[in-house]
T-cell receptor, first 115, second 115 residues
């Protein structure tokens, strides 16, 4: 069965420090992979997505993610975190049931940013 | 351009009472989704509509949940009767269609508390 694992429930980083959020997936075919961000009281917003091609994908707000098939991973990175990045981040795999929008989400990683 | 609009934002009811949530997707978006987000978890798909047709409702608990999208635009999700375990955030999302690259646009959610 398809699944997404985000091993870190909560991460705290200092402002200006680099960030990496981990995501591992289980999926029988070539996955569609996504990262969404959810700020308090807000809806989820797409940061970036991977369907095929270049395994390093760039997203909004300075985020990037790298797809590694051999490790079944799709980790999210940012070189320098800003206080406004504090939010909850969800990795998702899509495409089951014949629809790219049928997403299976991980449990999320809450990011706190220290001044 | 207006985003996905959901109402009510918050609802508190007694168990066994009915409750309904409304969603107005982004204009022109043919595909509409209802997701359920329990506390500390990622969203889980309940139902997907293509225009007015429910094409994937395998995860919708049909004994107490129902949904409709009569004219292929706005949608209503109903629970009758509500149980304590239904306390969660109900998220609506829309997308332009299957070929749109899989990006979903989410509303801010309707938070249900069942007492």
């Amino acid at each position: 069965a398809q699944s997404v694992t985000q091993p870190d429930i909560h991460i705290t980083v200092s402002e200006g420090a680099s960030l990496e959020l981990r995501c591992n997936y289980s999926y029988g075919a070539t996955p569609y992979l996504f990262w969404y961000v959810q700020s308090p009281g807000q809806g989820l917003q797409l940061l970036l997505k991977y369907f095929s091609g270049d395994t390093l994908v760039q997203g909004i707000k300075g985020f990037e993610a790298e797809f590694k098939r051999s490790q079944s991973s799709f980790n999210l990175r940012k070189p320098s975190v800003h206080w406004s990045d504090a939010a909850e981040y969800f990795c998702a795999v899509g495409g089951y049931g014949g629809s790219q929008g049928n997403l299976i989400f991980g449990k999320g990683t809450k990011l706190s940013v220290k001044p | 351009e207006a985003g996905v609009v959901q109402s009510p934002r918050y609802k508190i009811i007694e168990k066994k009472q009915p409750v309904a949530f409304w969603c107005n997707p982004i204009s022109g978006h043919n595909t509409l989704y209802w997701y359920l987000q329990n506390l500390g978890q990622g969203p889980e798909l309940l139902i997907r509509y293509e225009n007015e047709e429910a094409v994937d409702d395998s995860q919708l608990p049909k004994d107490r949940f129902s949904a409709e999208r009569l004219k292929g635009v706005d949608s209503t999700l109903k629970i009758q009767p509500a149980e304590l375990g239904d306390s969660a955030v109900y998220l609506c999302a829309s997308s332009p269609g299957q070929g749109a690259g899989g990006e979903l646009f989410f509303g801010e959610g309707s938070r249900l508390t069942v007492l």
